[in-house]
């Protein structure tokens, strides 16, 4: 099974201006995913045909080879074919595309960023950049639930990152200073994350990354929320306005009732209406601790994730 996660590059006009100068471009990336806890296996740099020609004659293994970084560091310009021609002879990452449609393929493997390790479900993933902002990263296991695993290790821990420096932006702007060093900026996580088994293109399996546990349960639950609070307020109107809507509601409906009765009849509807909104704001607030322990992915599988997104991937 695969697993692709769409994640944006924050702050965008960074990444836009270091697009022309391709290497400094992947080494600030690379510098990005240091900061998440991400180190690459291997730097994944431009070759040209005679120099990985000349790696295959001396024997060595091509498909673990390390690109030297020597010609991205004298040279400012990207030769996509350079860099397809060293991930087409490396295993590890043919292996992640294995199932990817020939084109995509194609397309992600001549600006790939890095091979990397997640030590949560034990197995690689690639980083691809699709434009200057955006970014792929692909996972590929065999069972599911280290699939799972995996995709829900890097998605914390970039949200933990993103957490992270917003908060030290803050402090810099209450001190009124700029922070200026070691900003590598940050990653924004698109919101759904899709499953796919091998030699099939629709998603069998539909990710949602959990941004915020209230927006979430807003998002999913309004109408339980919109019941919680009419109910609420209605109980708490009736409440304060019973000993006076009583004798009105003798005079006008209940005629043959005495005040008493009328009033203890309200007092019984807003104590229902109360039970309600108890009931079922406590059914929100175990649904709110839910998103709280399940983030960073609600995992949706069956039809629904199939409806929901027929892409290619």
């Known amino acids: 099974m695969r697993a692709l996660i769409r994640a944006s590059l924050r702050p965008a006009r960074v990444f836009d201006q270091l697009w022309d100068d391709y290497p400094a471009y992947r080494k600030h990336v690379l510098s990005l995913f240091r900061n998440i806890g991400y180190a690459p296996k291997h730097s994944v740099f431009p070759r040209s045909e005679a120099s990985l020609a ?4 001396a024997g060595g293994d091509i498909g673990h080879f390390n690109p030297s970084p020597v010609n991205a560091a004298t040279s400012s310009v990207h030769n996509p074919t350079d860099t397809y021609e060293v991930c087409a002879n490396w295993k590890e990452i043919t292996d992640i595309f294995e199932d990817v449609p020939q084109d995509l393929r194609l397309q992600e493997m001549q600006h790939m960023i890095m091979l990397g390790y997640s030590s949560e479900g034990q197995g690689n993933f690639v980083v691809c950049a699709i434009n200057p902002t955006e970014l792929h990263i692909r996972f590929r296991q065999s069972l599911f639930e280290r699939l799972r695993v995996s995709s829900e290790g890097i998605c914390q821990k970039i949200q933990s990152h993103r957490r992270r420096r917003a908060f030290i932006k803050r402090v810099w702007r209450a001190l009124r200073r700029i922070h200026q060093n070691g900003d590598s900026g940050y990653l924004q996580l698109k919101p759904d994350i899709d499953v796919l088994e091998p030699h099939r293109d629709n998603a069998t399996i539909v990710g949602h990354i959990v941004q915020s546990a209230t927006r979430e349960l807003i998002k999913t639950y309004y109408g339980e929320i919109a019941t919680a609070v009419v109910t609420f307020v209605i109980a708490l ?26 009033q203890g ?9 109360l039970v309600t909104a108890f009931i079922t704001g406590l059914d929100l607030g175990m649904k709110w601790f839910e998103f709280k322990k399940d983030r960073p992915i609600r995992w949706n599988s069956g039809i629904d994730a199939i409806k929901q997104r027929k892409g290619r991937l």
């Open 54 to 57: 000349a790696g295959a004659s």
């Open 237 to 262: 109107y009736l409440f304060f306005a019973a000993p006076s809507l009583a004798p009105k509601a003798q005079a006008w409906l209940f005629r043959s009732y005495d005040k008493g009765y009328v």
């Open 265 to 273: 009849a309200i007092e019984r509807i807003y104590s229902a209406f």
